[in-house]
């Protein structure tokens, strides 16, 4: 993935799950250190790890990884301030990213190989938008290319780039994606999630 990076979104707040939900434990690391390791096994141009609440923790918790961490001032008024963040943190950090990943770090199922496979998908099919299909849905995991950086330098609000996906359909492709559906949102999710395993 030459020409790809990848933005993980890890400035949320964690208000209905109680504590910072990026640092709980599934499979022996955090939810965050997944999905980190999982992107640069993917081997994209440059990862970026957005943060904002609790920061300092969150940071330390991944000092030694090769991310560059990036912190989202305006956090509390939106996903879209992490995502603008990510989007601007990228262009300058290497001017040849000419597609963005932009990832999540609540679902655990994400890997590597949809990473790469949302990259294979954008030149196999020449759309310009390659979103994760799960659950009768369109979310990320989701890829775009430069067409649409602005756009996404332009977001507002909590809506994510949702509304991107909604206005442009005719340029989008998808990947299944069924474990998409689960995200760790409340501490409820993750016990289900740790019950499902035994």
């Not at 970026?48 to 956090?75: P, Q």
């Not at 609540?106 to 390659?130: C, H, M, W, Y």
């Not at 659950?135 to 067409?147: D, E, H, N, Q």
Request: proline fraction near 3%; glycine fraction near 8%; hydrophobic fraction near 40%.
């Amino acid at each position: 993935m030459s020409n790809t990076g990848i933005v993980i979104l890890a400035a949320g707040a964690s208000s209905r799950f109680g504590v910072p939900k990026q640092l709980a434990q599934y499979n022996g690391k955090t939810l965050l250190q997944h999905i980190i390791d999982e992107a640069r096994t993917a081997d994209p141009i440059c990862v970026v790890v957005v943060t904002g609440a609790n920061e300092n923790e969150i940071s330390s918790s991944i000092a030694n990884n090769k991310v560059k961490l990036i912190f989202n001032k305006d956090w509390a008024k939106g996903m879209a301030t992490g995502i603008v963040a990510g989007v601007n943190a990228m262009n300058q950090i290497d001017k040849d990213v000419d597609k963005i990943i932009i990832a999540v770090c609540d679902q655990p199922f994400v890997s590597s190989a949809l990473f790469n496979q949302l990259d294979r998908v954008q030149k196999e099919t020449g759309k310009s938008i390659i979103a994760s299909s799960y659950a009768g849905t369109m979310g990320t995991p989701v890829l775009f290319t430069r067409k649409y950086f602005d756009q996404l330098l332009r977001l507002t609000g909590d809506t994510g780039a949702k509304q991107i996906l909604r206005d442009h359909k005719e340029d989008v492709a998808t990947v299944d994606f069924p474990e998409g559906v689960i995200d760790i949102d409340t501490k409820e999710d993750l016990d289900k999630l740790l019950k499902s395993k035994n």
